[in-house]
């Protein structure tokens, strides 16, 4: 008697890779677009880190500019900061996509709608370093 | 350049209830064959139990998905000369379980297509007298959701998909977004009790994959993506005005 009528249907259930993020490009792209998350929370806390220091005292506040300063501090800044700017470009270029293609009358270029956020990230990246400079 | 090219395609029978493995084939390469031309080829002339689906040869049935190299593929739109001198690898779609070689099971997203009630919901006693008007704005809304052929490769390319078997699926949503949008229809508050559920819309998290490989160039990321602001704007209108007629 033929196993298949026992036990039918008898298929073969594929179990997907726990590195499936690696089997393509496109995978990883958005795997580490998802990952930059956490670091945009480390930049949050680290502001937050920063304003308390800035609020205590000039002695704790020169403490945590030190602690900044050393090179295990700007490396894991600088990793960071590249991580902020795939999640800040990659979730920019997803607005025409979620939000904006609906909204707008009629079907314009991606680049239309995603062209304001970067306007307004690069006008308020110069107007904070223009204060910082003290030029404001 | 080589007058062959080599086919390593998956081979799986469930009478031995062994694990998948590949087998090799050499088949001719010619310019006007695409890799389905290869696997029947295969059937015809060289080993007659292969088994896979296929049907139209025109990239209309949607029966001949499969993974070529890894990516989900029309065999029936894919030449082979893209993937010269070879090999070519050849697996059933991802994501699906496998029936047989090639074939794979699709009732679970039939069962899916089925739920989001892909047709057009009317809640009144429609008879019209003449045919129903719609404006070419009308019709633009939702054609291009409506050339889904359920080939199911956006699933294949979907990890979510994978990960998550209850979730819809790209294809499912895009086409209960297409009657969502049309103008004769009146059933889009069933559809998003069944649509605004986690294993549906909101499983989505942007990958965006599905919208790469599908052959028809429809775009199920962005009817998924559409109708998470409707389910949204319904959820605050129904947290506003619980009573209301929404």
Redesign the interface.
């Known amino acids: 008697m033929?196993?298949?009528t026992q036990f039918q249907?008898?298929?073969?259930?594929?179990k997907?890779s726990a590195y499936?993020?690696l089997?393509?490009w496109?995978?990883l792209r958005?795997a580490l677009r998802?990952a930059s998350s956490f670091f945009v929370a480390y930049f949050c806390v680290l502001t937050l880190v920063q304003l308390a220091a800035l609020g205590t005292n000039a002695t704790r506040y020169a403490h945590f500019q030190a602690f900044m300063a050393s090179p295990v501090m700007i490396i894991v800044n600088v990793i960071a900061l590249a991580f902020f700017l795939l999640h800040a470009i990659t979730w920019f270029n997803?607005v025409p996509?979620?939000?904006m293609?609906?909204m707008l009358a009629r079907p314009t270029p991606d680049i239309v709608s995603s062209a304001p956020n970067y306007f307004v990230w690069f006008g308020a990246t110069i107007i904070l370093a223009l204060f910082i400079m003290g030029v404001l | 350049m080589s007058d062959t090219i080599i086919l390593e395609v998956a081979r799986f029978n469930p009478e031995d209830g062994g694990e998948p493995s590949y087998q090799s084939y050499e088949v001719p390469l010619r310019p006007d064959w695409m890799v389905l031309d290869g696997l029947n080829h295969i059937k015809d002339q060289l080993d007659g139990s292969l088994a896979f689906r296929w049907s139209c040869r025109m990239g209309i049935c949607g029966s001949c998905g499969m993974m070529v190299n890894g990516r989900p593929t029309l065999t029936c739109e894919t030449l082979l000369m893209n993937y010269a001198p070879g090999p070519v690898r050849v697996a059933p779609l991802d994501h699906f379980p496998v029936v047989k070689d090639l074939v794979v099971d699709l009732d679970d997203f039939l069962a899916k297509l089925q739920k989001v009630r892909p047709w057009v919901v009317r809640k009144d006693d429609f008879k019209p007298a003449r045919e129903f008007i719609q404006s070419p704005a009308q019709l633009e809304a939702f054609h291009q959701f409506s050339l889904c052929i359920n080939c199911t490769l956006c699933y294949a390319a979907c990890p979510v998909s994978g990960l998550d078997p209850n979730f819809i699926g790209p294809a499912a949503i895009a086409l209960a977004h297409r009657y969502n949008l049309d103008s004769r229809d009146q059933g889009i508050e069933d559809r998003l009790d069944i649509l605004s559920q986690h294993e549906g819309i909101w499983d989505c998290t942007v990958v965006g994959e599905c919208s790469v490989v599908c052959p028809k160039h429809v775009d199920p990321s962005l009817a998924i993506q559409q109708f998470k602001l409707t389910a949204t704007k319904e959820w605050f209108k129904s947290f506003l005005l619980p009573r209301g007629k929404h």
């Not at chain 1, 249907?9 to 594929?14: A, G, I, L, N, Q």
């Open positions: 033929p196993q298949y249907p008898k298929e073969y259930r594929p997907m499936w993020y089997d393509h496109h995978y958005y998802e997803l996509r979620v939000v293609r609906q």
